[in-house]
């Protein structure tokens, strides 16, 4: 195995390579791309990557992917670590300011297969989902601060969708009672996620708290319902009150789902 040489100050192909990141104010790459954006080609790429990790100019995060010492953003950095990675479930009702509980769990929706990974107090949960169930993505942030997020809609119905990653189903729940929501994105997003269970769920919370502008949701919702009674919390008790025109078992009474949403902090 080669030995990589380790400079004892900065040489100048790793004060040049500093210089290049700093004037494209590049803060995450990968060794596949980064000397296409610096246009500019290095004899000995990896020599350099080590010797600034080992000088802490640069972070390892994984194979091949660095970022530099100083840069913290976390969102951009899960997103970074998974191919087309989005900001979603539990992390964006909190950056949509749907929920006041944070989590050290930063949760990232993508289409690849990744471990779970833990980096400087954070852990990274990457969530794969069809690319049939992408959609309602926009952009926050600027520059190297930028990255990708579901939208609060999406965001809604991807917590009900897997309400596992959405930080509890009274958060989500409170969330949903909070949230100005568009109708028409909702029914959307419901028909790309393609699961009747949540699109019964929303319903019934929607009769439920007589949520304003939601009658085209409800048309749609109508339109799909099937026979098949589902728990309106999948991971509660199989009991409560049957609501026959969504079909879903109230496992959370209408007084206790009320009380959740007046609920304060």
């Not at 990708?148 to 009900?160: N, P, Q």
Request: aromatic share 12%; with cysteine; hydrophobic share 40%.
């Amino acid at each position: 195995m080669t030995r990589t040489y380790i400079s004892g100050s900065l040489n100048t192909d790793q004060q040049e390579f500093i210089h290049l990141i700093d004037e494209y104010e590049i803060s995450v790459f990968s060794t596949n791309t980064i000397e296409i954006y610096l246009h500019r080609k290095f004899n000995n790429l990896n020599e350099i990557l080590e010797n600034l990790v080992q000088k802490k100019f640069l972070t390892r995060l994984e194979r091949g992917k660095y970022c530099r010492s100083t840069f913290k953003n976390d969102m951009v950095i899960g997103c970074f670590l998974t191919s087309e990675g989005i900001v979603a479930y539990w992390s964006a009702l909190n950056l949509h300011g749907l929920t006041e509980q944070f989590s050290n769990t930063l949760f990232i929706q993508t289409t690849k297969r990744k471990e779970q990974k833990y980096l400087a107090g954070t852990t990274f949960k990457f969530v794969k989902v069809k690319q049939t169930k992408i959609a309602g993505i926009v952009k926050q942030g600027y520059g190297s601060n930028a990255f990708s997020m579901t939208d609060a809609e999406k965001t809604i119905i991807d917590c009900f969708d897997l309400p596992q990653y959405s930080g509890g189903y009274a958060e989500l729940i409170r969330a949903f009672a909070d949230a100005s929501l568009n109708a028409q994105k909702m029914i959307e997003y419901c028909k790309v996620v393609n699961n009747i269970a949540v699109t019964k769920r929303i319903a019934c919370l929607v009769d439920i708290l007589e949520k304003e502008k939601f009658a085209p949701f409800l048309r749609y919702a109508k339109s799909v319902v099937n026979e098949a009674y589902s728990l309106f919390d999948p991971f509660g008790f199989d009991k409560g009150e049957f609501v026959k025109e969504w079909k879903i078992r109230l496992n959370i009474s209408r007084e206790q789902i009320l009380d959740i949403c007046t609920k304060q902090y």
